[in-house]
């Protein structure tokens, strides 16, 4: 103690207090992560970023599964925890479930953290400049966890789609338009389904949708153009909240 600060150390707080730090550390090695990402990608730019964070993440995930399996005591095989190998197929996707609701969640709150102090004007700022760097992102890992080429054109687009965590959470659908161009749809949508049953308006969407597509499906085939078919604020019909034509140019 001294000048008014208290000094003190880990070793002197409680078990309860430790159980916080612990949490407090998981914490902040999630936002330096994202930090590291963050300023990556602003001097090297995104697919740069993603190559770098590809091994970083690799090395990142392998050295925290390590130490702790062997400080908590659970079984490592492949790297992956043995416990989760040995769950059921239905297991696993009821995790899966659960982990792309929390990363929607996350998603909520820190746009209603923004929302409640600047506003919404910020917020919705804040959240389509976000996107501009989740989309491509989320792109470009699935596109190389799925094998994808360089240009895979409309079905691979497809396959991409499939594979975000929105398709987890949400109901989407695909339509042909002809050889050049699909329409996709997003039958039932999560954060606006529960707008509806509160009473609410549509949350319009549409300025983040604006980055969102055209980001992803630039990022899985550079030749995909998107165009909005609607999004709200605009009126669309009971079956879909939004839907986005994706057109391959020559």
């Known amino acids: 103690m001294g000048n008014g600060v208290l000094v003190g150390r880990f070793e002197e707080l409680s078990r309860e207090e ?3 730090w612990v949490m407090e550390g998981f914490r902040r090695t999630l936002i330096h992560y994202g930090c590291w990402f963050r300023e990556v990608e602003y001097q090297l730019g995104m697919e740069k970023a993603v190559a770098v964070e590809r091994e970083a993440g690799d090395l990142s995930f392998g050295i925290t599964m390590k130490r702790l399996s062997g400080i908590l005591g659970f079984e490592l095989e492949d790297g992956m925890p043995k416990r989760l190998k040995q769950m059921k197929r239905e297991e696993l996707l009821k995790l899966l479930d659960g982990v792309c609701v929390n990363w929607l969640a996350n998603d909520g709150v820190w746009f209603q953290a923004v929302e409640k102090r600047f506003g919404m004007d ?4 804040c959240n389509d400049t976000c996107w501009s760097r989740y989309s491509p992102y ?4 699935i596109k190389e966890l799925l094998g994808l080429s360089e240009h895979p054109g409309l079905e691979g687009l497809k396959a991409a789609l499939g594979f975000r965590m929105y398709a987890r959470i949400n109901k989407q659908s695909m339509e042909d338009v002809d050889a050049e161009s699909f329409i996709f ?8 389904s529960a707008r509806k049953r509160k009473g609410l308006a549509d949350y319009p969407c549409k300025s983040g949708g604006m980055v969102e597509y055209p980001f992803f499906a630039s990022a899985i085939d550079s030749r995909i153009e998107t165009e909005c078919v609607g999004c709200p604020p605009d009126a669309h019909p009971d079956d879909w909240y939004c839907a986005w034509k994706f057109t391959l140019k020559a």
């Open 122 to 125: 910020t917020a919705k700022r």
């Open 18 to 20: 430790l159980v916080r």
């Open 185 to 192: 749809r997003m039958n039932d949508c999560r954060v606006q």
């Open 138 to 141: 989320e792109a470009l890992r």
